[in-house]
């Protein structure tokens, strides 16, 4: 027989792994705040426990999804006897530096995760998961993190998962603020955004290819590789975005921050490499 499983927050992240864990035979306690969202679980077999230490004590394996790291602290801490000794996979948005605090916080296995889905991909192929921190956690349950998606484990940093998590969020908001912008430019010139939408896909998911090429200049510190389109040319075409954007009528503010970046290294004789060399900028000690 399939191990007992808890689940803690039943909101729609919450709600979607137990209906997968069930739908693969894991015996499911459950548990939220508002008792009420548990009761079309229960229909579906689940337990209900309407304390979180009845919760925790109903299974060795604790799968945590509430809202942000303050509410986990708050809730786990009402436990903290009751923990010891169990396995805390917590899947709740954070990041890297909460993760490690909450590693430490507990006498647990603890494993972070980072849901790189949104709820209806659960359980599908579309969805993986970054797992990182305590390596036996991760080896004895992967069946049963298996079942919310693929897993990738990312290392014994319990921040690890949390740091992947926010990258590949700060790569799709950065792909969000551009296509709004596109589509704003689009749509101020009276022309059908849901017909111009399919070209936009086209031409974003080809310039991802990009990514390896920049990932490498990136790691051998050489931005001179790989120089498909020099960031000379790149700088002065970027200008015509703002400039586009004013003779539409439309705020240019979520894409100018990289304009003058992009200006300051060709100032400082870069202009013959690529975009790779901005991350230079962006280090710390390089701040303007
Ligand atoms: P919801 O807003 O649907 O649910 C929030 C959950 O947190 C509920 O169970 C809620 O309980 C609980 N909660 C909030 N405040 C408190 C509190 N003070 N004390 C106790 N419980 C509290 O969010 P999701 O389920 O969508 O998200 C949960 C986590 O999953 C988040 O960290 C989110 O970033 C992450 N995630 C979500 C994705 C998504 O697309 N939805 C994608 C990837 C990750 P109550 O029902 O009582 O309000």
């Not at 229960?42 to 209900?48: K, Q, S, Y």
């Amino acid at each position: 027989s399939k191990p007992a499983v808890t689940v803690l927050g039943l909101g729609d992240m919450g709600s979607a792994l137990v209906r997968a864990l069930l739908a693969a035979g894991y015996p499911t306690t459950v548990w939220n705040r508002t008792p009420a969202k548990a009761k079309p679980l229960v229909d579906e077999g689940a337990t209900h426990a309407t304390t979180v230490a009845d919760a925790v004590t109903a299974s060795r394996l604790l799968i945590v999804c509430l809202l942000d790291h303050n509410t986990v602290a708050d809730v786990l801490d009402t436990v903290r006897d009751a923990l010891s000794g169990r396995v805390v996979v917590n899947l709740t948005n954070s990041t890297q530096g909460q993760a490690r605090e909450l590693a430490g916080r507990y006498d647990v296995d603890y494993l972070d995760g980072g849901i790189m889905a949104v709820p209806p991909m659960i359980a599908t192929p579309a969805a993986f998961v970054f797992y990182s921190g305590s390596r036996s956690a991760y080896d004895t349950n992967k069946a049963v993190l298996e079942t919310f998606g693929e897993s990738i484990y990312v290392g014994t940093d319990p921040g690890f998962a949390a740091l992947h998590d926010i990258a590949l969020l700060s790569g799709m908001y950065g792909m969000f603020a551009g296509g709004l912008h596109a589509l704003a430019l689009i749509n101020s010139a009276g022309i059908s955004t849901t017909e111009f939408a399919p070209l936009l896909k086209r031409y974003v998911t080809s310039m991802a290819g990009y990514v390896d090429g920049l990932a490498e200049q990136i790691d051998k510190q050489d931005y001179a590789i790989n120089v498909t389109s020099n960031i000379a040319m790149q700088s002065a075409g970027y200008i015509n975005l703002t400039l586009s954007a004013q003779e539409q009528a439309i705020s240019a503010e979520l894409l100018e921050p990289l304009g003058p970046l992009m200006a300051r290294r060709v100032a400082d004789g870069h202009g013959h490499e690529d975009i790779g060399g901005v991350i230079e900028l962006l280090k710390k000690g390089n701040k303007k």
